[in-house]
């Protein structure tokens, strides 16, 4: 993935802010549960005994994934882009490039075998749909072909890179300027003095009410 020096605040456009808000609170609940199971977890690494292997094909997943959202010509377009994965596509690239950047645990290695592993975008992608539909970690082999274990490592790892990176900024209370910006986007929208709310922000509703 191409590294830059990378303005987070530039990858949002003006319908990101409630999908950015939703990203925060559920990346900090996520974090918080993380936080609390330290003391519980057994980590385990390397072959097990009556463990059962599976031959996932790590590189179909890839290019799979690659091919429907990524590639120059992709399948699908920003739009089901949007819906499926909730912000853009370029948020979603500045995001991936960013912990990818802080936690070398996201650049794609070779194995013992030098074939090479999950890359960058199977990691990220089952990280942040996990967060984002609160879906079982297993799910995520049928399409991205990366295993329960190594899906959950993903999110934990993902999780703490995004507060280290972003948390100053991202994770913080609202200054004085981000409050005007939030009320005088409630106000465009027809609520004024709502400062952020994620029913609200983004529907429009032509056969409601008046009353």
């Known amino acids: 993935m191409n590294h830059s020096n990378i303005n987070f605040y530039d990858a949002f456009d003006f319908d990101d802010d409630t999908l950015v808000f939703a990203f925060q609170?559920?990346?900090?609940?996520?974090?918080?549960?993380?936080?609390?199971?330290?003391?519980r977890r057994t980590g385990y690494r390397g072959f097990i005994l009556g463990h059962n292997i599976v031959n996932r094909n790590k590189k179909e997943g890839e290019l799979r994934l690659y091919n429907d959202y990524f590639a120059e010509n992709p399948k699908f377009t920003e739009s089901q882009f949007r819906r499926r994965f909730r912000m853009s596509c370029r948020l979603f690239f500045r995001i991936a490039n960013a912990v990818e950047a802080h936690n070398p645990y996201f650049k794609q290695r070779t194995d013992a075998h030098y074939v090479l592993g999950l890359s960058c975008l199977q990691k990220v992608?089952?990280?942040?749909?996990?967060?984002v539909y609160g879906i079982p970690a297993d799910l995520t082999d049928e399409y991205l072909r990366i295993g329960e274990t190594t899906a959950i490592e993903s999110l934990r790892a993902f999780v703490k890179a995004i507060v280290e990176v972003f948390g100053d900024w991202y994770l913080r209370a609202p200054n004085e300027a981000d409050i005007c910006r939030l009320l005088?986007?409630?106000?465009?929208?027809?609520?004024?003095?709502?400062?952020?709310?994620?029913?609200?922000?983004?529907w429009k509703w032509e056969k409601c009410p008046i009353a």
Do not use: W, Y
């Not at 609170?25 to 003391?39: C, H, L, R």
């Not at 992608?125 to 967060?131: D, G, S, Y």
């Open 25 to 39: 609170v559920a990346t900090a609940v996520v974090a918080e549960k993380e936080s609390n199971n330290q003391g």
């Open 125 to 131: 992608t089952a990280a942040h749909i996990i967060v």
């Open 184 to 202: 005088s986007i409630g106000e465009q929208r027809g609520f004024p003095g709502m400062l952020g709310s994620i029913d609200c922000m983004h």
